[in-house]
């Protein structure tokens, strides 16, 4: 098993009311797979799976990036305002 943080912004930290989230998951799970979660938990994020970005440790990635224990993982919707 692997430990991440995932970092929340915009409708996703609006879902979970909270910053960031401590999740593990089996070793080889890729990136998208942590949205995937996010949205099982909270369908309302169903909306902004395919406009999603992701980054990991700083750096935009793939959906299909494995990660590995101890990633800062992120996850960013579209947003608006100024």
């Not at 942590?34 to 992701?54: G, K, S």
Request: proline residues 7%; glycine residues 4%.
């Amino acid at each position: 098993m692997i430990t991440i943080t995932v970092k929340l912004f915009a409708a996703y930290q609006d879902a979970y009311q909270q910053p960031e989230l401590q999740l593990t998951f089996p070793e080889r799970t890729t990136v998208a797979a942590v949205c995937d979660r996010l949205i099982t938990e909270h369908p309302e994020l169903a909306q902004w799976r395919e406009v999603t970005r992701f980054g990991i440790n700083y750096e935009f990635v793939e959906p299909e990036t494995v990660l590995q224990s101890g990633d800062e993982v992120v996850l960013i919707p579209p947003v608006s305002g100024g």
